[in-house]
T-cell receptor
Framework: DAGVTQTPRHEVAEKGQTIILKCEPV?????LFWYRQTKIQGLELLSYFRSKSLMEDGGAFKDRFKAEMLNSSFSTLKIQPTEPKDSAVYLCASSLGGNTEVFFGKGTRLTVV | GDQVKQSPSALSLQEGTNSALRCNFS?????VQWFLQNPRGSLMNLFY???GTKENGRLKSTFNSKESYSTLHIRDAQLEDSGTYFC????????????FGDGTVLTVKP
């Protein structure tokens, strides 16, 4: 039984590049979340989808971050253009919906140089 | 963050001893999740709690919604328990969005 799958596990980008992170939620889950984890800010919500509809796009992250969910089994997070301050671990998570247990992928560690 | 205050921020235990971690919530919380993040960065689910208590092996967790806190008790700590423990609150919004504490870094020593 596959959990949440994220690719790539590691990404190194030069400042100004466009990168796309990918996520496959648990099969049958309706809610999908993108979080960012840094040592200073901890875990912050970037985007939230319910049944493929974008419900929240994380306010402060709007300008260069774009999350999409073209089908129920695949989501992308695009960062364009990347900046060194975007270096972090990006975590994707999914749940059945509502107040139900949330499961996380193993994350993508992004380094922007 | 301020909405979910986790304590202590770091903890060192001798193998075989017991301890407790705590989270206090300043937001209305419907459910609580506890995670263990291993050195590779994976967040492993430990508990999903509505108000009440759950137990799994050497771990036991309680969520008291009236007093807005949750605890995670570790009994007979083992080396493999080392890592960062996070609690996360799911607010009364029916959205599944989690607000995380800052984590407790646990080191178990032989």
């Amino acid at each position: 039984d596959a959990g949440v799958t994220q690719t790539p596990r590691h990404e190194v980008a030069e400042k100004g590049q466009t990168i796309i992170l990918k996520c496959e939620p648990v099969s049958g889950h309706n809610d999908l979340f993108w979080y960012r984890q840094t040592k200073i800010q901890g875990l912050e919500l970037l985007s939230y989808f319910r049944s493929k509809s974008l419900m929240e796009d994380g306010g402060a992250f709007k300008d260069r971050f774009k999350a999409e969910m073209l089908n129920s089994s695949f989501s992308t997070l695009k960062i364009q253009p990347t900046e060194p301050k975007d270096s972090a671990v990006y975590l994707c998570a999914s749940s059945l919906g509502g107040n139900t247990e949330v499961f996380f992928g193993k994350g993508t560690r992004l380094t922007v140089v | 963050g301020d909405q979910v205050k986790q304590s202590p921020s770091a903890l060192s235990l001798q193998e075989g001893t017991n301890s407790a971690l705590r989270c206090n919530f300043s937001i209305a919380t419907t459910t609580v999740q506890w995670f263990l993040q291993n050195p590779r960065g994976s967040l492993m689910n430990l508990f999903y709690l509505v108000p009440g208590t759950k137990e799994n092996g050497r771990l036991k967790s309680t969520f008291n919604s009236k007093e807005s806190y949750s605890t995670l008790h570790i009994r007979d700590a083992q080396l493999e328990d080392s890592g960062t423990y996070f609690c996360a609150a799911e607010a009364n919004t029916n959205t599944g969005k989690l607000t995380f504490g800052d984590g407790t870094v646990l080191t178990v020593k032989p």
